[in-house]
């Protein structure tokens, strides 16, 4: 069975597309440099790929910039080395909960880690110049907003196979703040102007390659925003940003496992907050915040590690995640969409068959009827009458060939309600809410939807788990969906253009329509095994228990 620690790592290093050829015939420069109005990089340049790696967007977030907005780069003076990736922001450690299956592993950063983290990544063509205007493809990395690192993802397999199916793209990665370091939440952090600060990092980001992706051949009127998980909810909040205005630094939007969903409150976040100035020894201080901005960054990394994660019993009910706080977030990201309040741009939007499996492991002392039904309460519905409860009981029954891993029968259950909690997780945080918003966005705008099922039957416990995409998206398996997103970000349609040379792309011998095009029968693009089989299918699964999880998560703010 791959792991999980393999699927974080993508197994990209190395990758080499099978077709591979320069768009132009310019000159490469072995050494380029990129004079930016702040200071000038110097990048690298390896066959047909340009790279300028690490280069900051923002200044350090370290003394009174810690738990603070980000800033603005300062100039400096001669010429920065940007051909090395930046450090990854501080991760927080991950403790497995003991019956996950022992292969799997959570890796974070494998490289250098500090808070010295806003940077970015810049991989082009390596002939492309100012005014060549190319699209822009610009990725949020994921990790439950509590650890990952863009260095993870190898951008350039993006950049080769544009070139080589001539539709050329330009790809930016920024690292952001994550865990207490970007949503740290509470009222003193409100009243500091200080909450959502990870977002906040990506949207400083996003104004960076507005301002300077021309210099290195980009467009910043063709950015398209993609990320995947946390990335993906990312996403989701950049587009109810000031109520969906996207202030012109982006056309499109991918969300890989992630639409909007109901969020908490900055105030229910106070408890981890006083949590961690408790674990710190702040506890006594008249400014708690200043103390935390002061504290050894290893003493306040080792409180940190104590707050839950998302392998923690609470699972996917975050210490450390996007809140509402009546400043950047206003209401829960259902409530954006029920009021029209969204970017009206085109969008792909896709999840994997059995997203809840991963994050059910920490949860097998739940073993009865009665556990399950209070802990989905407690847990994620707390506003939920007992009568809407025992309906949810009736939507996810106990029947332990009905949940996840879907279409497994009686297989690969852990524990007698392990495939039920399964299955509820998955719909609550991904089939319902993505359901929900493909319903309403499909009336306003271009839309598309996928499905990932490979792995489904095959992979014990896990199944077509969360995150099992990754490996779909960043190597050369089979390129379907690197080339949707290529032809996505340079012609707002994922499917392959008319005149594209015969061969060139699997996608030419499908067609991947809208969702709102059958109303009956909305279609996904179903990834299924072996690979690389896909085929259409009706996005009509668990119909009335989704319609009923909607109805519910609509109650929150």
């Not at 998302?310 to 009546?326: C, H, K, N, V």
């Not at 996608?507 to 690979?531: E, K, N």
């Amino acid at each position: 069975m791959r792991s999980f620690c393999q699927l974080l790592q993508l197994l990209a290093l190395g990758i080499t597309p099978a077709l591979s050829v320069p768009f132009a015939s310019r000159d490469v420069e072995p050494s380029p440099t990129a004079a930016l109005d702040y200071g000038t990089y110097q990048g690298v340049t390896s066959g047909s790929v340009t790279s300028f790696l690490g280069m900051n967007y923002a200044q350090p977030p370290v003394g009174n910039l810690r738990f603070a907005a980000p800033q603005e780069p300062e100039p400096f003076t001669g010429v920065a080395d940007a051909t090395t990736y930046g450090a990854a922001c501080p991760q927080q450690d991950i403790v497995l909960p003991e019956l996950l299956p022992k292969n799997v592993t959570i890796t974070t950063s494998g490289g250098l880690v500090s808070e010295d983290c806003l940077n970015l990544n810049v991989i082009k063509p390596a002939t492309a110049s100012a005014g060549d205007n190319l699209p822009v493809l610009f990725w949020i990395f994921g990790g439950a907003f509590e650890i990952g690192d863009a260095s993870t993802y190898d951008g350039s397999l993006y950049v080769e196979r544009s070139i080589a199916l001539g539709q050329p793209i330009i790809f930016v990665a920024p690292n952001y703040r994550v865990n207490a370091f970007g949503f740290l939440a509470s009222q003193e952090v409100l009243d500091a102007n200080a909450t959502n600060l990870g977002l906040r990092d990506q949207r400083l980001a996003l104004q960076w390659v507005n301002k300077y992706i021309s210099q290195f051949g980009g467009d910043p009127e063709k950015v398209t925003i993609w990320g995947e998980s946390a990335g993906a909810y990312s996403v989701a909040a950049h587009l109810v940003w000031n109520d969906g205005d996207t202030g012109g630094l982006f056309r499109a939007g991918v969300m890989e496992s992630g639409p909007p969903i109901s969020l908490g409150t900055v105030a229910e976040g106070q408890q981890y907050y006083d949590q961690l100035v408790e674990n710190v020894g702040c506890s006594g201080e008249a400014d708690t915040l200043a103390c935390l901005r002061a504290v050894d960054y290893v003493v306040l990394q080792a409180a940190i590690a104590l707050s839950p994660s998302f392998f923690s019993y609470q699972s996917l009910t975050l210490a450390w995640e996007p809140r509402i706080d009546g400043q950047y977030i206003l209401r829960g990201g259902m409530k954006y969409i029920q009021q029209g309040l969204y970017a009206k741009v085109p969008v792909i939007i896709g999840d994997c068959y059995d997203e809840g499996t991963l994050f059910s492991f920490a949860n097998t002392n739940i073993t009865t009827d009665e556990e399950f039904l209070e802990y989905v309460q407690s847990n994620y519905i707390p506003i939920a009458s007992d009568s809407q409860i025992e309906d949810l009981g009736e939507a996810y029954p106990s029947d332990i060939s009905e949940g996840a891993p879907y279409d497994t029968g009686l297989l690969w259950a852990l524990t007698p309600e392990f495939k039920r909690l399964a299955s509820f997780q998955g719909d609550w945080l991904w089939q319902a809410p993505r359901r929900y918003f493909l319903e309403t966005v499909s009336q306003t705008q271009d839309a598309w939807a996928y499905l990932y099922k490979r792995g489904s039957v095959t992979v014990p416990y896990l199944g077509a788990a969360h995150a099992t995409d990754l490996l779909e998206f960043f190597t050369s398996i089979d390129y379907i969906a690197p080339d949707a997103l290529i032809f996505f970000t340079t012609n707002l349609n994922p499917n392959a253009p008319a005149d594209l040379e015969s061969g060139l792309s699997k996608l030419s011998d499908i067609t991947w329509d809208q969702w709102g095009s059958d109303a009956s029968a909305p279609p996904l693009l179903t990834f299924v095994d072996p690979a690389p089989e896909v085929e259409i299918t009706a996005d009509t699964f668990r119909a009335d228990a989704i319609s009923l999880l909607n109805e519910l998560m609509l109650l929150f703010p």
